[in-house]
């Protein structure tokens, strides 16, 4: 009865790798985020889907990609690993977007680069 | 530019004290404010929100914040610590993104540890 999963939990690789972290929602929702949070536990925004639609895309490198297959899964795919993306990455849903509705967070994609 | 602030790295309570974790705001228009909780190694949770309304809200857990738009600040509360309630909390605010759609921006954070 899990809202919103992520796979995997935690990943360890190696700088120039390529990975990727699935995420999934059972609550309906249409609106899905990729968040980055980093060592000092700041929160950053990366992209946000809407109906399948790229609606918000942050200052990102083009090594992040994400892909949203249906509006109930949001991927994200990071070509060339590098040291500083090291982090925790958080998948997020709303019921909408541009409205006021509260986020609700998954439990985060631990991700270290060696 | 519009932003959110948290001016406590930590707040240190002993349990069954009231608590209160501050949080001010900067952003054009009325404003959209939430606050979230995040445990050890887990995502963050919804506490409550302020849309529009009555200046003080009441959320999960027993936590309230109070809207106070002269100081632009919305503040978090409790009556009484609980050991439990020891995370990390964060305030949010709506604020414009790109395409016409909004996003939250997220305050640094503070570390709340109540004491037995």
């Known amino acids: 009865d899990t809202a919103v999963s992520q796979t995997p939990k935690y990943l360890v690789t190696q700088m120039g790798n390529d990975k990727s972290i699935k995420c999934e929602q059972n609550?309906?929702?249409?609106?899905m985020y990729w968040y980055k949070q980093d060592s000092k536990k700041f929160l950053k925004i990366m992209f946000s889907?809407?109906?399948?639609?790229?609606?918000i895309n942050e200052t990102v490198p083009n090594r992040f990609s994400p892909k949203s297959p249906d509006k109930a899964h949001l991927n994200l795919h990071i070509n060339s690993l590098e040291l500083g993306d090291s982090a925790v990455y958080f998948c997020?849903?709303?019921?909408?977007?541009?409205?006021?509705?509260?986020?609700?967070f998954g439990p985060g994609t631990r991700l270290t680069v060696t | 530019a519009q932003s959110v602030a948290q001016p406590e790295d930590q707040v240190n309570v002993a349990e069954g004290n009231p608590l209160t974790v501050k949080c001010t705001y900067s952003?054009?228009?009325?404003?959209?404010l939430f606050w979230y909780v995040q445990y050890p190694n887990r995502g963050l949770q919804f506490l409550l929100k302020?849309?529009?309304?009555?200046?003080l809200v009441k959320g999960s857990y027993g936590f309230e914040a109070e809207f106070n738009k002269s100081q632009t600040s919305f503040h978090l509360k409790k009556p009484s610590a609980l050991v439990s309630d020891s995370a990390l909390y964060f305030c949010?605010?709506?604020?414009?993104?790109?395409?016409?759609?909004?996003?939250?921006?997220f305050g640094a954070g503070t570390r709340l540890a109540v004491h037995p």
């Open positions: 997020a849903s709303s019921q909408a977007a541009g409205k006021s509705y509260e986020q609700y």
């Open positions: 609550l309906g929702h249409d609106t």
């Open positions: 302020y849309i529009t309304g009555d200046n």
């Open positions: 889907y809407n109906n399948k639609e790229l609606i």
């Open positions: 949010a605010v709506r604020v414009p993104g790109s395409g016409g759609y909004n996003k939250l921006i």
């Open positions: 952003v054009s228009g009325n404003p959209y």
